[in-house]
């Protein structure tokens, strides 16, 4: 192995890959990213190729390295986007494009599951509910519907773990993303040999799980000539991009939030012991820290999933914007109008909703339309109901016991110091911006240096990240906040049977 000083964290996103080179106190180094698109074949479908992802870990892994030396990097550390589903053949071939999270096709596998496993059985076994979109859904609408597929299907991997394979050409998984994928006991952090057996999935089909800080292999010759780096460089197995973004953001423990806006929102506390939602509306999951005496093994999560996604949607299919600068466009825009965009609400459901609703059929609508508004309350309005929907996640965190003092945001929509007011002012409680915004990489890169050198993630974390200026809450904006939010919540009561028959009516 080389003698080197850096570590690579690797993030394999929804819409891109971002990948940060950074030294041993998490300063950093060098930084890249690289889009790649959603397809959207179907109705209700959501795959990706996964040739597409491995161009972009190309191109961001050598922005980020830029004239480093290759010697320089001591381990590469892996994050990925969770949920989603890579099918190889017999000689790792791969035989489809992956079906990723916004995946709505498995609405029948989803019911299927529940009632073949029993509700409470199932999130007692692994933490969470099943939605569409996850891999152990994913799976049984392949069997079902496409059983030649299936009965070729050597392997399945997570996202993430398509990318180590390209790597270093081994099979491996972690307990943060296997129980993304609700295969995996949480408790056990192992696949569930219950649940495999109910959905006909032999444990020879899934790579075997691992702690996050181990050595999954090296990095193979011809690839490291790709990347512009030293082969035999260790690739630590890594973890899912939520647990790899609290690390990034350094929380460690349950006084503070994390609240992420990518291409969803998710809002998550660490937990030290495995606490479930019974009523099914929040996901507990493994972390990347291995459970030990006072350490968050585990983590609670709220999901919503348009955010980023709602305000793309906005710029590209109604406004048509075009130009590096389009969002910065958009929230001046919003910035003209009042708190409560004039009276017009908007519910974030382009793609259904997960916490804390678990209803693929979900529809997202603007309430409260007039020919008075315009785009500058078109804008704060969905900028204020994505943060309504994290706030409505955030009060089922809240039947669980949790009592932030403090949030921290994360993502791309935390660059907007408008989105981080309105998050002070919904939730009551200052924030605390990220400075960088690449903290899943920054958590993969964190445990690639846990991985090789045995730095301790829960006490070096915190020292890793860094903030802003607090953002605190503005009384009278929250007193405003609190009424619309009663008016969210009741709107998605009043029109969920109208969703399901608009739903029927697509084309």
Known sequence: MPVSDTYLGIDLGTSAVKALLVDKTGHVLGRGSAEHPISHPRPHYAEQDPADWWCGVLRATRQAVGNTGPDRVAAIGLSGQMHGTVLLGAADEILAPAIIWPDQRSRQQVDEITEMVGPERLIELTGSPIATGFQAASLRWVQQEQPRLWERTRHVLLPKDEIRRR???????????????????????????????????????????HPSTSVAGDLRPDVAAELGLSSGIPVVVGAADAACAALGAGIV????????????????????????????????????????????????????????????????????????DAYERMTAWAEEASVG?????????????????????????????????????????????????????YAALTDLGAAPTSIIVAGGGARSP????????????????????????????LLAAAGVHGLDPESVAPTWAAYGDPVEPVSAHHDRYEDLFHIFRSSYVKHREDFVMLGALEA
Do not use: K
Request: hydrophobic residues 45%; proline residues 6%.
């Open 418 to 445: 408008l989105w981080r007011q309105i998050v002070a002012d919904v939730f009551n409680l200052p924030v605390l911006p990220l400075l960088h915004q690449e903290q899943s990489a920054s958590g993969a890169a």
């Open 167 to 209: 790597l270093t050409g081994t099979l491996a998984t972690d307990p943060s993303d296997g129980s993304g994928a609700l295969l995996l006991d949480v408790r056990q952090r192992d696949w569930s040999d219950d649940l495999l057996a109910a959905l006909d999935v032999e444990r020879e089909q899934l790579p075997p799980v």
């Open 253 to 324: 423990e349950p006084s503070t939030m994390l609240l992420t806006f990518s291409t969803g929102a998710q809002t998550l506390i660490p937990m030290v012991e495995v606490e479930v939602d019974r009523e099914g509306r929040l996901h507990t999951f493994c972390g990347a820290l291995e459970p030990g005496p006072g350490q968050a093994g585990w983590y609670t999560m709220g999901a919503t999933l348009s955010a980023g996604l709602a305000m793309r949607w906005l710029r590209d299919s109604v406004f048509a914007l075009d130009g590096a």
């Open 341 to 393: 965009a004039g009276g017009l609400l908007f519910l974030p459901y382009l793609a259904g909703e997960r916490t804390p609703h678990m209803d693929p059929r979900a529809r997202g609508m603007f309430l409260g339309l007039t020919a008075r508004h315009g785009r500058a309350e078109l804008v704060r309005a969905l900028m204020e109901g994505v943060v309504l929907a994290a706030y409505d996640a």
